[in-house]
């Protein structure tokens, strides 16, 4: 089983909509949970962090954290074409301060 | 606006070639990390130092060894380079405790 694991891709949404991205997770001991984005040929952009159970909300991004069943998600509200990224989920676990990163869900966008 | 500096954005070296790749950060974050991105494979962990002089080994540390004699800086060299070590290589760094990462803009390498 891997550490992290994204919901495989790609993922095609028109504009407008919301968009899903998902993540589970092994370590059970996990406390902080982020998400990056990355355009094509870009290094990754941290755009979301979350460390409680529940929602946190950043203008047209939402994450979820749901520790018992070791499962964190990102909305993308009002989804628009330069959203068009791969998503990287990334967990640190209880092993430091090391991320573990899952391998990405490459979201599309069309107009 | 801080920022992770990789001091190459494309570099090609030949077989065989010591490779640096040099990072710099101006955050005075204590954690810095390399890891490499390939299709299909993630990013892997390379090396990572949570302090000056220290130094700990990741997922892949084979063929690299990294320096760190300051705490802005974390080198990252590949002994011989070899072709599958073509790859992209980011930088990170990061405070100690429950915080992200910044990464740097990445250096893709090319071992002919």
């Known amino acids: 089983q891997k550490e992290v694991e994204q919901n495989s891709g790609p993922l095609s949404v028109p504009e407008g909509a919301i968009a899903s991205l998902n993540c589970t997770y092994s370590?059970?001991?996990?406390?902080?949970f982020f998400w990056y984005r990355q355009y094509s040929g870009k290094s990754p952009e941290l755009i979301m962090s979350?460390?409680?159970?529940g929602d946190k909300e950043d203008g047209r991004f939402t994450a979820q954290l749901n520790k018992a069943s070791q499962y964190v998600s990102l909305l993308i509200r009002d989804s628009q074409p330069s959203d068009s990224a791969t998503y990287l989920c990334a967990v640190r676990g209880t092993s430091g301060s090391r991320l573990t990163f899952g391998e990405g869900t490459q979201l599309t966008v069309n107009p | 606006d801080v920022k992770v500096t990789q001091s190459s954005r494309y570099l090609v070296k030949r077989t065989g070639e010591k490779v640096f790749l040099e990072c710099v950060q101006d955050m005075d974050h204590e954690n810095m990390f390399w890891y490499r991105q390939d299709p299909g494979l993630g990013l892997r962990l390379i090396y990572f130092?949570?302090?000056?002089?220290?130094?700990e080994k990741g997922d892949i540390p084979e063929g690299y060894s990294v320096s760190r004699e300051k705490k802005e800086r974390f080198s990252l060299i590949l002994e011989s380079a070899s072709t599958n070590q073509t790859s992209m290589y980011l930088c990170?760094?990061?405070?100690?405790?429950?915080?992200?990462?910044?990464f740097g803009s990445g250096t893709r390498l090319t071992v002919v």
């Open positions: 370590d059970r001991g996990s406390q902080s």
């Open positions: 990170a760094s990061s405070f100690q405790g429950h915080y992200g990462y910044t």
């Open positions: 979350i460390y409680s159970n």
């Open positions: 130092s949570y302090d000056v002089k220290m130094k």
